[in-house]
């Protein structure tokens, strides 16, 4: 059973930055592909970038080079940092899952495990 629990949500102005944490459960890294998420208001639910055991890193057009995904193995925690925050970044944040050795792609219908969310909210 893989269990999810994000943290560090919060309310930003535009420019500024926050990073995402999500406790993980035994040695899910060796088995599934990690990730977060999102659904804005009034917005459908999209993906937002993956990582494997391979360190293979996958992002939505939308947040390339201004987010990074990373995963401390020793902390079992996987980490969302997220800079030159945007008012259309403002969405519910989950941690997600899928079982895979290695990431395919980013796409949220991919996921089979979810966390329960984390809000982040960019002002202008």
């Known amino acids: 059973q893989v269990q999810l629990m994000e943290s560090g949500g919060g309310s930003v102005q535009a420019g500024g930055s926050l990073r995402l944490s999500c406790a993980t459960s035994?040695?899910?890294?060796?088995?599934?592909?990690m990730g977060w998420a999102r659904q804005g208001p009034g917005k459908e639910r999209e993906g937002v970038a993956v990582i494997d055991r391979a360190g293979t890193e996958i992002y939505a057009a939308s947040v390339k080079d201004r987010f990074t995904v990373s995963f401390d193995i020793a902390k079992n925690t996987l980490y969302l940092q997220m800079n030159s925050l945007k008012p259309e970044d403002t969405a519910m944040y989950y941690c997600?899952?899928?079982?895979?050795?290695?990431?395919?792609?980013?796409?949220?219908?991919?996921?089979?495990?979810w966390g329960q969310g984390t809000q982040v909210t960019v002002s202008s």
């Open positions: 035994g040695s899910t890294y060796r088995n599934y592909c």
């Open positions: 997600a899952a899928y079982p895979a050795r290695f990431c395919y792609g980013v796409a949220s219908s991919q996921f089979k495990y």
